[in-house]
């Protein structure tokens, strides 16, 4: 089982970044693939990215393409997401994910662990 804890949410106006780290408790943070999900009020929780066990390999909401990275310190038991070139519509509450068997999913159900979420606003 692994606890996962997000943090670096904030207010940012539009154009600005924010870096948001997602810290993973126990031995076996290496052997899950990991995303990044984000849910705006009154709307269903939306993938935004994903990375593989080792980091080789990194998916991507074409919403974020080219603005956030995805990536991932396993010594760190840590994964990371780079924002730039924030925009209004990417307010929202980011939770990032774990899960044991599905590379790269886009699919929510097919993580097995979350975080609690943090607040990103960016004003226009």
């Known amino acids: 089982q692994v606890q996962l804890v997000e943090s670096g949410g904030g207010l940012v106006q539009a154009g600005g970044s924010l870096r948001l780290s997602c810290a993973a408790s126990?031995?076996?943070?290496?052997?899950?693939?990991m995303g990044w999900f984000r849910q705006a009020p009154g709307k269903e929780r939306e993938f935004v990215a994903a990375?593989?066990?080792?980091?080789?390999?990194?998916y991507y909401a074409d919403s974020v393409k080219g603005r956030f990275t995805i990536s991932r310190d396993n010594a760190k038991n840590t994964v990371y997401q780079q924002m730039n070139s924030l925009k209004p519509e990417d307010t929202a509450v980011y939770y990032c994910?774990?899960?044991?068997?599905?590379?790269?999913?886009?699919?929510?159900?097919?993580?097995?662990?979350w975080g609690q979420g943090t607040q990103v606003t960016v004003s226009s």
């Open positions: 126990g031995r076996t943070f290496s052997s899950y693939y």
């Open positions: 990375i593989t066990r080792r980091g080789g390999s990194t």
């Open positions: 994910a774990a899960s044991q068997y599905y590379r790269g999913s886009s699919t929510a159900r097919e993580y097995d662990y």
